[in-house]
């Protein structure tokens, strides 16, 4: 059986923290929202006819107009099936809640500070300004077979309460996992000009959070350095083959790598990069 000599210290900095996740009635307030039964008092001021065309505009991404103040989805493009897996019936359904139940753990850290950030900008600036920003940034998104891949989200706010705020969002997902980057999030604001061109005027990045792996995850992880198989890492470490099975995708979602290989070599590269 092969030494645990790889030093995974890099990882035990910050544990899990659930109460720093939000929930869909803090980002309904962050919106503008400050009560729920708000909803039944708003009208928006035209119907959406949703155009067919949303799912071949791009061939890996897909798009939906979110409705802020109902947290639910209005559409939701075929398309997202061949990037996510799941059907567009699912966020239909479930709204918000589903979204948020598949965003990587560490973002879901970032992801009310990432909020705060958008809603403090967009209620800095004057109403006339709101439907001419536009918002991007980066998430980690779990796929129907727990992969992640990394998403580029972008979108506009296009219709809006008469005290100014945000009641549709139209946003397109494009998958970015090909590019190479950290697993910092990082968010760009840029407001259409005069001109018809969209300026650059926020910028801000928020740092990875690091969550520590267990010491079997650890001897894990290992293992599979070394090309054991999963039957294998069991009768190594006299665990049941469920057992190593649910430890490797713990890893995965850890690390925030697409798979166990993404994970080793992440994890070699970290520690090389620290001598």
């Known amino acids: 059986m092969p030494k645990f000599s790889l030093n995974l210290s890099y990882l035990t900095k910050v544990n899990m923290n659930a109460s720093q996740k939000p929930t869909t009635t803090e980002l309904y307030q962050l919106a503008g929202y400050p009560d729920r039964l708000e909803v039944e008092m708003i009208t928006l001021s035209r119907s959406y006819s949703i155009s067919e065309n949303l799912d071949n505009t791009f061939n890996h991404g897909y798009s939906c107009i979110f409705n802020w103040s109902s947290m639910q989805y209005l559409f939701m493009s075929d398309s997202v099936k061949s990037i996510l897996g799941y059907t567009s019936e699912a966020f239909l359904e479930e709204g918000l809640s589903f979204t948020l139940s598949i965003i990587h ?8 500070e990432l909020h705060q950030s958008i809603f403090n900008y967009y209620y800095s600036v004057t109403p006339e300004q709101r439907p001419k920003l ?4 980066n998430l980690r998104v779990k796929k129907v077979n727990d992969d992640y891949i990394h998403i580029l989200r972008q979108s506009t706010f296009t219709e ?28 760009t604001i840029h407001q259409l000009s005069d001109s018809e061109t969209y ?32 039957k294998e890492i069991a009768y190594q470490l006299y ?15 850890k690390t925030g790598a697409c798979n166990m290989t993404a994970a080793v070599n992440m994890v070699i590269n970290k520690v090389q990069s620290q001598k």
């Open 199 to 230: 300026l650059l005027c926020h910028e801000q990045e928020f740092s990875e959070v690091e969550t520590k792996l267990t010491e079997r995850e650890k001897q894990v992880l290992e293992l599979v350095r070394f090309g054991y198989t999963t």
């Open 105 to 112: 753990p560490e973002d879901m850290l970032r992801l009310k």
């Open 239 to 253: 665990l049941a083959i469920e057992t190593v099975k649910s430890h490797r995708k713990h890893i995965i979602a």
């Open 160 to 187: 809006f309460t008469v005290d100014g705020k945000p009641t549709i969002e139209s946003v397109h997902s494009t998958d970015i996992t090909g590019f190479k980057f950290s697993n910092n999030i990082n968010l």
């Open 134 to 137: 536009r918002f991007s940034y």
